[in-house]
């Protein structure tokens, strides 16, 4: 032992100094001893074996709702495992945040069926909400109007005007699940001289209470300002933090045209986010905004831009991703691939849409389209799901 304290040393020292210094050195070996047993159970990081990393949580998985023949159906968000979860007439599906309930638009008929035959008003449309995977469907929205159900017209009756029925389409559910926001259209129509009539629809966009202290309530945020040719609206969704609703809107007495609106929760201060453009040479537009939707995270706005492709009535889709406010727009790319006019969705990360494609030149209502996913940074695309339209993303969260 003294040896190697020499060794340590440098020194041929003897004596009882050498035993002093030794002793020293035995008790400084002692506490370097002690510190490395430390080191060893934790006590500092030097001489230990990496911490196992704390596992990482899962991302949740998610699950699309789409249509397909007026029927819906559920798969995973890759498109596989399709299963059909309601039995028909339905479309137009939103799923809520949390992923447990899915609202959708109901027909109590054939949609397709010939309804330009006067007097056949057209099928009756509902909203209902059911589980996330078709059980437990119920009717939210009635049918008739009156003491009966509380819900008055969107116009009071005019002289010679007979209310037909209303119909309740496109939900979109809050962001805390309490609320949704929709599409109201009363269908009436007017006798005129020679004992004809006309017909008409009148729109609003609406919200109702489902559950909380709101529950039941129905608030008419926007209507159509004139009962002979107003403007229409479709596709409501609530902004992230619920203080705005944003709808498209198409003005009534000219070219048809799509914008996107919004306004303050209570109706107040009706703004146009993303205008349309018209082009005279045409003879209708050139531009407009489709169907959107509103980032989960951030508030953002993704929409379908319809733009002409110069030859007969063609329009070309893409896709570009604006702030609420509608500034800083950008493109996403789809390589080629044409984006329709009736769909459009975030996933729940944000990170991702999914949207329809169309056949030019073709009706959009009933089309044959396909569904595709891409990142919002214009990277993987991808077809999930072959004939169908309508995609809600939800989360499922394992």
């Not at 018209?278 to 379908?304: L, T």
């Not at 492709?309 to 390589?335: A, H, N, W």
């Not at 995609?391 to 394992?398: I, N, S």
Request: charged share 25%; hydrophobic share 30%; glycine share 12%.
């Amino acid at each position: 032992m003294k040896g190697n304290h020499r060794a340590v040393l440098g020194s041929k020292r003897t004596g009882r100094g050498s035993f002093i210094i030794g002793l020293f050195l035995c008790i400084a070996l002692c506490f370097a001893f002690a510190s490395g047993c430390g080191e060893k159970s934790g006590e500092t990081a030097h001489n230990t074996k990496p911490e196992k990393p704390q596992e990482e949580k899962k991302t949740p998985t998610g699950f699309i709702v789409f249509e397909r023949d007026y029927k819906l159906l559920r798969a995973r968000e890759n498109g596989s495992g399709e299963r059909t979860i309601t039995s028909g007439f339905d479309t137009e599906p939103d799923i809520s945040v949390d992923g447990s309930s899915i609202a959708y638009t109901h027909t109590e008929s054939d949609p397709r069926r010939d309804v330009t035959l006067s007097p056949t008003p057209p099928p009756v449309s509902s909203i209902y909400i059911s589980n996330s995977d078709g059980r437990n469907p119920e009717r939210v929205t009635p049918q008739e109007w009156g003491t009966s159900s509380g819900w008055k017209p969107i116009f009071e009756r005019q002289e010679g005007t007979v209310w037909v029925q209303r119909d309740c389409r496109e939900p979109s559910f809050s962001q805390d699940g309490n609320k949704i926001a929709f599409v109201m259209r009363d269908h009436a129509y007017q006798e005129t001289e020679g004992g004809g009539r006309g017909e008409y629809a009148l729109e609003a966009v609406a919200v109702y209470g489902l559950k909380g202290p709101e529950k039941g309530n129905l608030d008419i945020l926007v209507r159509t300002d004139d009962l002979f040719g107003g403007s229409s609206f479709s596709n409501p969704r609530f902004s992230t933090d619920g203080g705005f609703i944003y709808f498209n809107e198409s003005p009534g007495g000219g070219p048809p045209a799509v914008a996107i609106a919004r306004v303050n929760a209570d109706g107040s201060n009706k703004t146009t986010i993303a205008n349309f453009e018209i082009s005279a040479a045409q003879g209708g537009m050139n531009k407009g905004y489709f169907a959107f939707d509103i980032s989960p995270v951030d508030g953002s706005i993704a929409a379908v831009e319809l733009s002409h492709s110069g030859t007969g009535t063609e329009f070309l889709g893409k896709i570009t991703l604006m702030s609420p406010e509608g500034s800083d727009r950008r493109y996403i790319d789809t390589s080629g691939v044409n984006v329709g006019a009736d769909n459009l969705c975030f996933s729940p990360d944000g990170k991702r849409l999914a949207f329809s494609t169309q056949e030019f030149g073709r009706e959009t209502q009933g089309a044959p389209s396909d569904i595709y996913t891409v990142m919002t940074k214009g990277t993987g695309l991808k077809k999930v799901v072959t004939n169908g339209r309508f995609a809600a993303w939800g989360r499922t969260v394992k």
